[in-house]
């Protein structure tokens, strides 16, 4: 018997087992222990009642949500945003504010494609679930037995790079990537490039595996060889093939160049060798590959929003069965209480999902399983806010769900989010 056959018949004999005594959740073996929460936290693994405790989104609710936009568009200076919410039996909010073109004028639109940076990982983590279910890969295979000249590569597990635990340096947070794609940003950047970056540094290794979180784009990139190993196919057709056409999300794409389709806005960085605010929006996205080169929009992201939370396609197929959906959502300490991470997913205050950040662009998509809410955030910029430099995607979604769900209030904080774009500092 072969070791995928072997692999795939241990697998299901968990399936029936965990069929018979229920879907359990597997207990945190970390080292750092889970900080005590203020009340228990909404779990995607159970559906109350629709919608429970979330507002009307009617004309008076309407109105609170715009002015709360507004007033955090005039402070961070974000060109522009698209914001969409949605609850059962609560309807629904969408709206554009700003411009999409500074130099233009031209008002941002709800129907915009947008870069989602880091919201691919969601998309690689979810394909690699996908491999796991067939039997193609075990999560606690280590990147070694499929990805040669890994540091501890014999030690690092795919639950470990998919839980950002693996202790390897990010590729993006070396002085010498951070000069070659600010030189150069229309170039193209294969994967191994990218990991050549992080394992040539004189610390590839920042951290013992498994020791505590570490958010590293290095591991979304050693994922999407494996899924490409594993699955015969590249990544963008893998995730093409059966992520994207299963959910009917036909506005998202995994494009291998800087193609950009219409209408987009024009993105807004400063992350240039000269710090100067700069039009981002033709640069290659390659060097995000598997870690955040995606596009897509408002309404797929909807779709998506639940789907990732819940692991069900719309027509109610399963993307990823119980068991690994339950491995996916149990999130451990990021070191910041509110703030867990899980395999390719974050729960911060109870919403569930993933942001995005890379030159010129930032996006936001959550989800809140008690009420079913679904939110949405789209800018056309990623410019730091303020003094403790915060992601702009961050204090929208803090604005909208302070008025939406005050006991539920995503603040994910800056520091979780270290090294998700490129930085000059290694």
Request: hydrophobic share 35%; with cysteine; aromatic share 8%.
């Amino acid at each position: 018997m072969s070791r995928a056959e072997r692999r795939h018949r241990r697998y299901r004999k968990a399936c029936v087992g965990l069929a018979t005594a229920g879907l359990l959740a597997l207990p945190a073996t970390g080292a750092l222990a889970r900080p005590p929460q203020p009340a228990p936290r909404p779990t995607a693994s159970a559906e109350p009642s629709p919608a429970a405790g979330f507002p009307t989104l009617d004309d008076a609710t309407a109105a609170k949500l715009d002015r709360a936009v507004q007033d955090v568009l005039r402070k961070t200076g974000v060109p522009g945003v698209v914001v969409g919410i949605s609850a059962p039996g609560k309807g629904t909010y969408t709206r554009a504010f700003g411009v999409a073109d500074k130099a233009t004028k031209q008002p941002m639109a709800t129907d915009v494609y947008s870069r989602i940076g880091s919201e691919t990982k969601t998309f690689t983590v979810t394909a690699l679930l996908q491999l796991a279910q067939q039997g193609k890969v075990d999560l606690d295979d280590s990147i070694g037995t499929y990805v040669k000249g890994v540091p501890n590569g014999d030690k690092v597990t795919l639950r470990e790079l998919a839980g950002m635990r693996s202790g390897l340096l990010s590729y993006t947070a070396t002085e010498t990537f951070y000069k070659a794609l600010t030189t150069d940003p229309t170039r193209h950047f294969t994967p191994r490039e990218l990991l050549d970056y992080a394992f040539k540094a004189p610390k590839p290794e920042i951290l013992a595996p498994n020791t505590r979180f570490n958010y590293s784009n290095t591991n979304l990139i050693l994922l999407g060889l494996v899924v490409e190993k594993q699955s015969g196919l590249p990544l963008p057709a893998y995730i093409r093939d059966h992520i994207l056409r299963p959910a009917g999300m036909n506005r998202t794409s995994f494009p291998d160049d800087a193609s950009f389709p219409t209408p987009h806005a024009q993105g807004y960085t400063r992350q240039t060798a000269s710090a100067r605010t700069q039009n981002a929006t033709d640069w290659n996205p390659s060097w995000g590959w598997a870690a955040g080169a995606m596009i897509s929009d408002l309404h797929d992201l909807r779709i998506w929003a639940k789907t990732l939370a819940t692991g069900v396609f719309p027509d109610g197929t399963r993307m990823v069965v119980p068991d690994l959906q339950k491995q996916r959502l149990d999130t451990r300490p990021t070191g910041i209480p509110g703030a867990d991470y899980g395999l390719g997913i974050f729960d911060v205050q109870g919403w569930i999902g993933h942001n995005g950040s890379l030159p010129g662009y930032e996006s936001l998509t959550v989800y809140l399983p008690g009420q079913q809410a679904t939110l949405v955030v789209l800018l056309n910029t990623d410019i730091p806010y303020g003094p403790r430099q915060e992601e702009p995607s961050t204090v929208f979604g803090q604005a909208l769900t302070g008025i939406l769900t005050p006991d539920h209030v995503y603040n994910l904080p800056a520091a979780v989010q270290k090294d998700m774009t490129p930085s000059p500092t290694g």
